[in-house]
């Protein structure tokens, strides 16, 4: 390449991207061969496409129920999913998983409630939120967006390789959380790992700061902390969380080490 006669930027997944006619809206690219699909209340569930080194397109959890529909757009415009990974198996993590017909992975600690028909998992304990309107409003909304239960296909565990990313273990908010993360650019899919609301209060946390998810929905809390601690020692640049927008940065160790230490 000579500066007189410059090549053109080069596609982003030349062949492999989706087929930009058949996709719906509140679709985007978000990392290099990275697609979130964006849907449900206020577009705050997050359904993650990868497009793995040797084509394979794996989608990384399943939203709520009423993404079912963007959801089978988005498979057509890729020409099929190959498999569905659980990032975990709450209600709004594998809503559209038992309607689409790829089959489903997750970690084996977290199998048990992939294919349980519970919309509201044993250990969660919404009366511990303090504030009245998220007390009464998460039970009937877990009901409604739950899909129902999910026949598992195989299991994934750390330092398995999903689609040229490697897979952590981030138990805690539920038993058999996993992320997926990509060293060469730094990019990590976390699913409920870190949240960017205060979800107590139903509110949006201040531009740059990021939460553990709140005790009351936590398997257990503490090693939902040590998660966190686990992936700021990643040091992760990009984190794709289950809601919510990318957490961009080239040091992100302070935000995930103060949201371990705060909540
Ligand atoms: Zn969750």
């Not at 709004?92 to 992975?105: C, W």
């Not at 409003?137 to 040229?164: F, H, I, Q, S």
């Not at 990009?238 to 927008?245: A, E, K, M, P």
Request: hydrophobic share 35%; glycine share 10%.
């Amino acid at each position: 390449m000579t500066p007189e006669n410059p090549e053109p930027p080069e596609p982003t997944d030349p062949g492999n991207g989706p087929d930009p006619a058949l996709l719906p809206k509140k679709f985007d690219q978000v990392a290099d061969g990275v697609y979130r699909l964006r849907g449900d209340v206020k577009g705050g569930m997050n359904i993650y496409f990868v497009v793995g080194p040797d084509g394979e397109v794996v989608q990384f959890d399943a939203g709520t129920r009423f993404m079912t529909g963007n959801n089978r757009k988005v498979a057509e415009a890729f020409g099929g999913i190959d498999r569905i990974v659980l990032g975990h198996a709450h209600a709004d993590h594998r809503g559209t998983a038992p309607r689409l017909g790829p089959p489903v992975y997750c970690h084996p600690d977290e199998v048990a409630d992939a294919e349980s028909k519970a919309a509201i998992n044993s250990y969660m304990n919404t009366s511990e939120l303090k504030y009245l309107r998220p007390r009464l409003l998460y039970p009937v909304l877990m009901r409604l967006w739950n899909g129902g239960p999910v026949k598992v296909a195989g299991t994934v565990e750390e330092g398995d390789d999903v689609a040229g990313f490697e897979v952590i273990h981030f138990p805690g908010h539920a038993p058999g959380q996993i992320g997926l993360w990509r060293e060469s650019d730094r990019v990590a899919l976390v699913s409920d790992t870190i949240y960017l609301v205060d979800s107590a209060r139903l509110k949006p946390l201040p531009e740059g700061e990021a939460s553990v998810p709140h005790p009351a929905w936590a398997w257990d809390h503490q090693q939902a902390k040590e998660s966190v601690r686990k992936l700021a020692s990643l040091k992760p640049e990009t984190v794709l969380t289950g809601h919510d927008d990318p957490l961009e940065g080239s040091d992100l160790t302070a935000t995930l080490l103060d949201a371990a230490d705060r909540y």
